[in-house]
């Protein structure tokens, strides 16, 4: 087993996004990224098969995809595939945990 207090390994970054990489496996991979007031990962995709969660844990802020935008506030999951274009803006300090199947 693994216990890991976000807050306490990863904090925020004026310049741009924070990116802490919680747990890397063959099965999963999970990192953190904390986004203050109008930082953004840029829309993207990834040419592999598998899916990737991204949990809103404190803010708020938008979904990125090709052409639309979803709000993502607390307690906010989007699912999707990796292939399909995804990235995430705050609109506040934001936190979130994205978990990525299988890893890249």
């Known amino acids: ?4 207090n976000l807050y306490e390994e990863n904090s925020f970054n004026a310049l741009h996004m924070s990116r802490f990489l919680v747990h890397d496996s063959p099965y999963f991979k999970i990192l953190n990224f904390n986004f203050k007031a109008s930082q953004e990962l840029p829309i993207h995709s990834h040419d592999i098969e598998g899916q990737v969660s991204i949990a809103v844990l404190e803010g708020e802020g938008e979904f990125l995809g090709a052409g ?9 999951v989007l699912i999707s595939d990796i292939a399909e274009p995804h990235g ?17």
């Open 88 to 104: 995430i803006r705050a609109k506040t300090d934001m936190t979130v945990l994205v978990t990525i199947a299988p890893p890249i």
């Open 68 to 76: 639309s935008t979803l709000p993502a506030k607390k307690g906010d």
């Open 1 to 4: 087993m693994k216990k890991i």
